[in-house]
């Protein structure tokens, strides 16, 4: 191997750390996923290799790309997802982390071409709206540069819909998978089990009641406001 800039040493470490989150919280089967870190001082970011088992990673193979999703360190190739990553981290500069998993749950709910409607307080607690799911891709999308063109469906939604990516943390794309983000990496996983979390309850309630209301606006506002309003009370200050 050879030798490593020492200035990426802690989104090496920072990256690392997140994936091998993925597996312990059931969020992947075999390599179904992937996370990155970024540095925005440095312009880049580290991103698991691609089909590399995560039993197998290191902070040492984690492979560091630019905005543009060139690689920039490392011996292996990154992620088949690398480019979605990098469209975001260009166009979102508060992002400091990204997970892409097949979670169970999510990937339900994208595959139905759907948003996991808000029903209930533990939802409210993320998002004070439905979690978007981006439309499919297109054939010219999939035919063209197909990472990069998800980056900018992702980015596509959330303007059609006038979302702020500091906000709404997480999105399910059409056809394919939840992507979730946030100011760390180790952040954007827990969104990522939060997400995976909330479409199950999705799902089980429209089970249980396919007339089930969406959660009223006063809860909502109760929910969200406790844990991320100005007169917070949520945890310990
Ligand atoms: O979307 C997919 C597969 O459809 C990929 O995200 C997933 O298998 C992970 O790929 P990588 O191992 O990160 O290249």
């Known amino acids: 191997m050879s030798t490593l800039n020492p200035a990426y040493a802690a989104i090496r470490q920072q990256a690392y750390e997140a994936n091998m989150q993925l597996p312990a919280l059931g969020l992947v089967l075999f390599t179904f996923g992937n996370v990155s870190a970024a540095d925005h001082s440095l ?11 995560y039993e197998k990673l290191s902070p040492e193979n984690m492979v560091i790309v630019d905005f543009d999703g060139n690689a920039v360190e490392g011996d292996l190739r990154p992620s088949s997802d690398t480019k979605t990553h990098a469209v975001l981290y260009k166009h979102w500069p508060k992002i400091g982390g990204i997970v892409h998993t097949h979670s ?28 978007p799911c981006a439309p499919p891709m ?52 827990h969104n990522s089990a939060v997400l995976e979390c909330v479409a199950k309850m999705a799902l089980l309630t429209e089970q249980i009641n396919p007339q089930a209301p969406r959660l009223k606006e006063a809860l909502k506002r109760k929910h969200w406001e406790r844990k991320h309003g100005p007169d917070s009370y949520y945890g310990q200050s």
């Not at 312009?43 to 088992?53: M, T």
């Not at 139905?112 to 939802?123: A, E, V, Y």
């Not at 063109?149 to 999105?171: A, H, P, S, W």
């Open 138 to 189: 297109d054939d010219a999308m999939i035919e063209g540069n197909y990472e990069y063109e998800t980056g900018f469906q992702i980015m596509n939604c959330f303007n059609d819909r006038g979302l702020d990516y500091k906000e709404v943390e997480m999105v399910l794309v059409g056809n394919h998978a939840p992507f979730t983000w946030g100011k760390t990496a180790d952040k954007a996983v």
């Open 104 to 131: 169970t749950y999510g990937t339900a709910w994208a595959q139905s071409q759907r948003d996991i409607p808000l029903f209930g307080t533990t939802h409210a607690d993320y998002n004070t709206v439905d979690i």
């Open 43 to 53: 312009g880049v970011f580290a991103i698991k290799p691609s089909g590399v088992p």
